[in-house]
């Protein structure tokens, strides 16, 4: 099985920069695309960011030019960079392992607000 954990949430001001973390354990040998979803208040959860093992990406159109999504396959770790933040990127984000692995982590809180 596969573990994810995320971290690197946190408040900041529209402009303003954050760094997200994945953390993967577990059968990660298993893992092909990692993605990074979103989930705002009283809104359906959406795609912000997916990168292959191979480290092709793509991009929500919301983020793209904003958002950078990485892979550390030494570290076994993806990164979401977040760059030009905005009020409406406020939300949890999750890390999400693609199937044939199927496992979402446990969300950590952005906050963007002035």
């Known amino acids: 099985q596969v573990q994810l954990v995320e971290s690197g949430g946190g408040l900041v001001q529209p402009g303003g920069s954050l760094s997200l973390s994945c953390a993967a354990s577990?059968?990660?040998?298993?893992?092909?695309?990692m993605s990074w979803y979103r989930q705002a208040p009283g809104k359906q959860r959406e795609l912000v960011a997916k990168?292959?093992?191979?480290?092709?990406?793509n991009y929500a159109d919301s983020v793209k030019g904003r958002f950078t999504i990485s892979r550390d396959k030494a570290e076994n770790t993806v990164y979401l960079q977040m760059n030009s933040l905005k009020p409406e990127d406020t939300a949890v984000y999750y890390c999400y392992a693609d199937p044939p692995v199927g496992v979402w982590g446990q969300g950590t809180q952005v906050t963007v607000s002035s």
């Open positions: 990168i292959t093992r191979g480290g092709n990406t």
């Open positions: 577990g059968t990660i040998f298993s893992i092909v695309i």
